[in-house]
């Protein structure tokens, strides 16, 4: 929708996916959370990303939105 809805904390541990990912010097601490309210958005389909800045300043979007995004769809009662 255009608006971000949060922080996310990085730095949680994501053991899972480190196993797959042997040279990160990160892990196991490469993991990410938010609460994010549904009832904040319309029911129906969205498209979710996130929107990464590092301590260098440089920042990326994953997925790309415009190539595809992650889909959901809210229903809310």
């Known amino acids: 929708d255009g608006a971000s809805f949060g922080l996310a904390q990085y730095g949680q541990p994501?053991?899972?996916?480190?196993?797959?990912?042997?040279?990160?010097?990160?892990c196991p601490n490469i993991g990410f959370e938010l609460d994010f309210?549904?009832?904040?958005v319309p029911n129906g389909?969205?498209?979710?990303s996130v929107f990464?800045?590092?301590d260098k300043g440089q920042t990326a979007e994953?997925?790309?939105?415009?190539?595809?995004?992650?889909?959901?769809?809210?229903?809310?009662?």
């Not at 309210?37 to 904040?40: K, N």
Request: charged share 20%; glycine share 2%.
């Open 14 to 26: 994501r053991p899972e996916a480190c196993a797959t990912l042997p040279d990160v010097a990160a």
């Open 37 to 40: 309210d549904t009832r904040r």
């Open 45 to 48: 389909p969205h498209t979710l």
């Open 52 to 54: 990464l800045i590092d």
């Open 62 to 77: 994953i997925p790309k939105v415009v190539y595809d995004g992650i889909n959901v769809f809210v229903n809310n009662p």
